[in-house]
């Protein structure tokens, strides 16, 4: 199937899933899929934003920055982990940094904002499942790195993101969605100075629909739109 077909087939799946809400979504806007073009050429990232996708996803500061260059403006968004000395690299360029993960991040991150003169909006990502091979915070850290980034001027707190273990069996990731919801509920709910608590990013292509059926309204599909990645 074409990039424009699989998208199409991917937001039927996701307004299906969205029907199957347990809960109301705790925010306004509608689910957003992000098109996570890493190891993609440029030619794939103008197809994916010519089927109407207005947000694309990227592992690497250096990928995005030349792809970046090449294309349509776009909202890019970082999903990988971001090393502290790519941050000045990183902030003119992503609207929205999924995988903040420490207080050292987020201090480098107001530095290199307040340089650019910019508001750079972020997500705390927690490594709910405690998986040794992901970043992100662990759960009992969260609150305390969100306290951190409400005092940053130049740094907005806009959620929480995770990536779910690879079960087989999809159902086994719920609980680790629930859990992140749980926890994005109660940051809203403290309602800190200087954040806008709005973006739940979790759900990948194996488990998208049980990410939305749980509460995310911030996806990040590469496979399912653009087909499996030669590394
Ligand atoms: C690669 C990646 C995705 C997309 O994975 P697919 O399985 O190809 O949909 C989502 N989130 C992060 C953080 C990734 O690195």
Request: hydrophobic share 45%.
């Amino acid at each position: 199937m074409s990039i424009g077909a699989n998208l199409a087939h991917i937001r039927h799946n996701i307004d299906l899933a969205a029907a199957r809400r347990r809960e109301a979504p705790v925010t306004g806007p509608g689910v957003k899929v992000v098109a996570v073009t890493k190891n993609r050429d440029a030619a794939a990232v103008r197809e994916v934003l010519a089927a109407g996708a207005t947000a694309v996803g990227e592992n690497r500061v250096q990928e995005a920055a030349t792809k970046a260059v090449l294309l349509p403006p776009a909202e890019w968004h970082l999903i990988g982990h971001l090393q502290t000395n790519k941050v000045r690299q990183a902030v003119p360029l992503f609207s929205l940094i999924h995988s903040l993960d420490s207080e050292r991040l987020a201090l480098e991150v107001e530095r290199a904002a307040a340089r650019a003169d910019k508001r750079q909006d972020v997500l705390i990502q927690v490594n709910v499942a405690g998986e040794d091979t992901k970043s992100g915070v662990a759960p009992d850290e969260m609150t305390a790195l969100a306290a951190l980034v409400s005092g940053l001027p130049h740094v907005r707190l806009c959620g929480l993101m995770t990536m779910a273990p690879f079960y087989e069996d999809v159902e086994e990731a719920r609980p680790v969605f629930r859990e992140l919801y749980r926890m994005f509920a109660a940051l809203r709910a403290a309602a800190l100075p200087n954040t806008d608590i709005e973006w739940l990013s979790m759900g990948m292509t194996n488990d998208y629909s049980v990410a939305v059926e749980e509460g995310a309204n911030l996806v990040r599909i590469g496979t399912a739109i653009f087909g499996p990645r030669h590394y």
